[in-house]
Nanobody
Framework: QVQLVESGGGLVQAGGSLRLSCAAS????????MGWFRQAPGKEREFVARISRSGGIRYYADAVRGRLTISRDDAKNTVYLQMSSLKPEDTAIYYC????????????????WGQGTQVTVSS
């Protein structure tokens, strides 16, 4: 099992940048593929980005591709989500997730979740 804690959320203006962090503990971090999801008020939790166990495979939702970058640092047991050119529609609670299976864009494939961090983008 693994415990996940997100941080780095906050209030930013449209066009600004923000970096989210997800610190993992409890077991071997490198054995998990990681993903970022987000949920806005009145909407379902949606896929944002994912990264394989090795870090060699990365994939993004169409809405964020080119603006957001996922990365991982196994030495620090941390996965990051670098966000730039933020838009008001990016406003949501962002969740970090881990899976012992292969990297996936389906939230049902993830075994562990953090409690989320709020990102608010003002216009």
């Amino acid at each position: 099992q693994v415990q996940l804690v997100e941080s780095g959320g906050g209030l930013v203006q449209a066009g600004g940048s923000l970096r989210l962090s997800c610190a993992a503990s409890g077991r071997t971090f490198s054995s998990y593929a990681m993903g970022w999801f987000r949920q806005a008020p009145g909407k379902e939790r949606e896929f944002v980005a994912r990264i394989s166990r090795s870090g060699g495979i990365r994939y993004y939702a169409d809405a964020v591709r080119g603006r957001l970058t996922i990365s991982r640092d196994d030495a620090k047991n941390t996965v990051y989500l670098q966000m730039s050119s933020l838009k008001p529609e990016d406003t949501a609670i962002y969740y970090c997730a881990a899976t012992s299976a292969y990297s996936s864009s389906d939230r049902t494939d993830y075994n562990y979740w953090g409690q989320g961090t709020q990102v608010t983008v003002s216009s």
